[in-house]
């Protein structure tokens, strides 16, 4: 595979629900990404799915004209890497794959459906990139797309709680538009639908003293312009920067002053298009609900998007390796939370983790996995045993419908398909054509589920006590025998044991004999 090097283009294009975008950038010399050219054009796709859960064939061919466009673009800077997604307003068509597959047909762009753990993923880069989240004590940040809203709650930059809830401002505006003529306070009946929708996500936030708000999407760059325009009135004008903010007593007073607002009245007061304003209403309304139970001074505004966050992720082995590391960090911390909430042996899930880590570091060139394959193993073995919380007694197949069901930062549909076989064959079962869930996979994922669920096996065996007695794991080989070398603080006969009864899956897959 061709590697981004240093003077590179390369483009990020983002098929949201109501635009099309494209960013055009280059790898400078200093590793830094310098943005040549941006593009963005309406669309209906959002309105299209909200309404009628189909993306109508002249959305489609709109949609295609101008991605025609940004194609010729692409040639035009000589853009060798580029990736193309799509979120909810595709995501959520029931004829999405027939769209897809006319895009690639009309304009020779592969468009990836993401979902919103992958989109939260990239979101989170381009944050990194632009803001600094170790500093802050316990920060809400809320994401407001057309479809939905995301919400992630960080403490010292470390990911603690993430959910979602689909009121994101264009649905919010289709959902409940048949509502607006039969009412004369339309504004009321949208908070009231939006504290029911996050009612749950509330008490968590309520719970937590939450002291800085962090503000995407949801036509946050215009509520800024427009309070800020306001301000320069005032002699208070500030720049839009890398970071910048919005008071709380300026974000209230102008949720109070546009709640009263027709669409035509805020889109003339403000000099903004009919479809801005048709959205800045639920936006507002969105932000001031979260905003209230928190006490925030401010919206803090960093003004991270997608397509950056996708720039940043395509050049990151060039860049800065750390921010790899950076984004494995809250993608485990995000899983540990996972495992805290269904009331996990904390300290077994992490000597498991450990052992299962160490063998598949010390067997790479038995099993030539790569990095991807390693962090699958890693959350495999931290939410090996979630399933407990569910049924004891059949808690393995629950381990896999807990986290086959959970949002994973950064994962795709696949990657948390692969990582719940993994732990569903942690203990009694080993993987068979005869279950669904292993029988669906491709070849080569069987092959991988089979690889990770045989190493964690063995580790889940040498803790069956839960009393963490191993201190130290080597293994060493010679010719067809695969030696494991233990340092233990106690006797652990119970730990050989069941390491003997696990270890005939490992040698079947691996080919290799196993010996203490």
């Known amino acids: ?9 390369i483009a990020a294009i983002d098929l949201g629900s109501n635009y099309l975008r494209m960013s055009i950038a280059e790898i400078s010399t200093d590793k830094s990404i310098k943005l040549l050219e941006e593009v963005i054009k309406p669309t ?15 959305t489609m061919h709109e949609t295609c004209n101008y991605l025609k466009g940004f194609s010729q673009l692409l040639k035009d800077y000589k853009v060798k890497f580029y990736k193309a997604v799509s979120t909810s307003g595709i995501r959520e068509a029931e004829n999405k794959q027939y769209i897809l597959e006319q895009i690639r047909l009309r304009t020779g762009l592969n468009v990836e459906c993401i979902n919103t753990a992958e989109e939260r993923l990239f979101m989170l880069k381009a944050i990194d990139y632009n803001s600094n989240l170790d500093s802050l004590d316990r920060a809400l940040i809320v994401n407001i797309t057309s479809g939905v809203v995301e919400v992630s709650i960080y403490e010292k930059g470390q990911l603690k709680f993430t959910e979602e809830a689909k009121i994101g401002s264009l649905r919010l505006r289709e959902t409940l538009g048949e509502l607006e003529s039969k009412t004369t306070d339309f504004p009321s009946i949208m908070e009231q639908f939006i504290e029911n929708k996050i009612y749950s996500i509330k008490s968590t936030i309520e719970s937590l003293d939450i002291k800085y708000l962090i503000g995407l999407g949801g036509e946050l760059k215009t509520i800024f312009t427009i309070i800020n325009t306001k301000s320069s009135m005032k002699n208070q004008k500030c720049s839009i920067e890398k970071e910048s903010f919005i008071k709380r007593e300026d974000f209230i007073e102008l949720y109070k002053h546009i709640q009263n607002m027709t669409n035509d009245q805020i889109r003339f007061a403000y000099g903004i298009s ?4 048709e959205l800045l209403l639920p936006s507002i309304l969105i932000f001031y609900c979260f905003l209230k139970i928190t006490k925030s001074k401010n919206i803090q505004i960093p003004m991270a998007s997608l397509r950056e966050g996708i720039l940043y992720d395509l050049s990151e082995k060039l860049i800065d390796i750390d921010k790899r590391k950076e984004s494995i960090k809250h993608i485990i911390s995000s899983v540990w939370y996972i495992g805290e909430k269904y009331g996990i ?40 045993d979630v399933g407990i919380f569910i049924d004891a007694s059949n808690h393995c197949i629950q381990s896999y419908n807990i986290i086959q069901s ?34 669906v996979l491709c070849d080569q994922d069987r ?10 096996r063995l580790a889940e065996a040498l803790d069956i006590s839960h009393l963490q007695k191993i201190e130290e794991l080597n293994l060493s080989e010679d010719r067809d025998l695969l ?21 005939n899956f490992f040698e079947e897959v691996f080919g290799v004999k196993l010996l203490i």
């Open 1 to 9: 595979m061709t590697k981004i090097k240093i003077g590179d283009t």
């Open 44 to 58: 209906n796709i959002g309105k299209d799915t909200f309404t009628s859960r189909k993306i109508s064939i002249q």
């Open 274 to 277: 009919y479809k801005t304003a």
């Open 345 to 384: 042996d904390k300290k077994h899930a992490a000597f498991v983790e450990n052992i299962a880590l160490s063998i598949f570091d010390q067997t790479k060139k038995l099993h030539k996995l790569e990095e991807k394959e390693r962090l699958y193993l890693q959350i495999a073995s931290i939410l090996h």
């Open 406 to 439: 959970q949002n994973i930062i950064g994962f795709s549909n696949r990657d948390l398909h692969l990582t719940a076989n993994i732990a569903r064959y942690h203990s009694e079962e080993i993987p068979n054509q005869s279950h669904k869930n292993y029988y």
């Open 447 to 456: 092959m991988k589920v089979s690889i990770l669920s045989a190493i964690l």
């Open 483 to 503: 030696y494991f070398n233990l340092n233990a603080k106690d006797d652990i006969i119970l730990e050989e044991w069941n390491f003997i009864n696990n270890s």
